[in-house]
């Protein structure tokens, strides 16, 4: 995937999964510091624990701050919107909905595709089972994280096929790079089953079997 289009995919999710952050902590009725570390958790978590699990060190986001600046910035400025009580206009409460929907949806599988070629690209290349684990801990280990943090059961485990879908498309982008060798073809795929899985879950309202369904 074209490098730019891929940088703004990232920040935009660093954006969405920033406000997540915001909003959680905001609801637990954190401080400014609070509603901070669990905006900078959610959209920088996921990273930190792959580049661990690597032996990265030190990690992307101490490297390259950019990712670190747009996650505070975002978080201040949620919260000082929500300490103003600005609600949202119920009038467009659903287009704001959809826009968090797909912001969420295009971090999500841009952050699952930059882990596993972070893997592909590391010594461990090799370890296909690997790279496609570091795809979906890149992709999710910030929520789950975030959700830790807040004493709450992580959203990956009730949210509508969320893990499912960074599973797939982790798994899908192995295959076709271990077939293909094509870092375009195999990013695309593995991008776009993310963004599919997604829509079809939001549209048709799937969600996974559980002891009391």
């Known amino acids: 995937m074209n490098s730019a ?20 902590a905001a609801k ?8 901070n570390l669990l905006a900078m958790v ?18 992307a986001m101490f490297v ?16 000082l919107v929500m300490r103003r009580n600005m609600s949202i206009p119920k009038a467009v409460t659903p287009l704001y ?7 969420d949806t295009l971090g999500l599988a841009a952050f699952t595709v930059d882990g596993a070629f972070t893997g592909i690209n590391s010594p461990y ?3 296909l089972f690997l790279v496609a684990f570091l795809g979906i801990v890149t992709g999710i280990g910030g929520g789950i994280v975030r959700d830790v943090f807040a ?27 271990r077939y293909t060798a094509s870092e375009l073809i195999s990013s695309l795929a593995g991008f776009f089953t993310i ?19």
Not at 151 to 177: M, N, R
Not at 199 to 212: D, E, G, R, Y
Request: glycine share 6%; with cysteine.
């Open 97 to 103: 909905d959809s826009l968090i929907f797909w912001l």
């Open 64 to 79: 390259n701050p950019q990712y670190t600046v747009i996650t505070l910035v975002t978080a201040n400025i949620a919260f």
């Open 28 to 35: 637990k009725d954190m401080d400014i510091f609070g509603i």
């Open 151 to 177: 004493d709450s059961i992580p959203a990956v485990l009730t949210k509508h096929v969320y893990a499912i879908a960074c599973i797939a498309g982790s798994v899908v982008l192995v295959i076709l790079w």
């Open 195 to 213: 963004v599919i899985i997604r829509f079809l879950a939001m549209h048709f309202k799937w969600n996974l079997p559980t002891v009391n369904q």
């Open 5 to 24: 289009i891929m940088f703004l995919i990232e920040n935009i999710g660093i954006i969405a999964f920033a406000l997540s952050g915001a909003v959680v």
């Open 125 to 127: 290349g090799d370890n």
């Open 42 to 59: 959610t959209a920088t978590g996921g990273g930190l624990i792959r580049d661990i699990i690597i032996d990265n060190i030190p990690p």
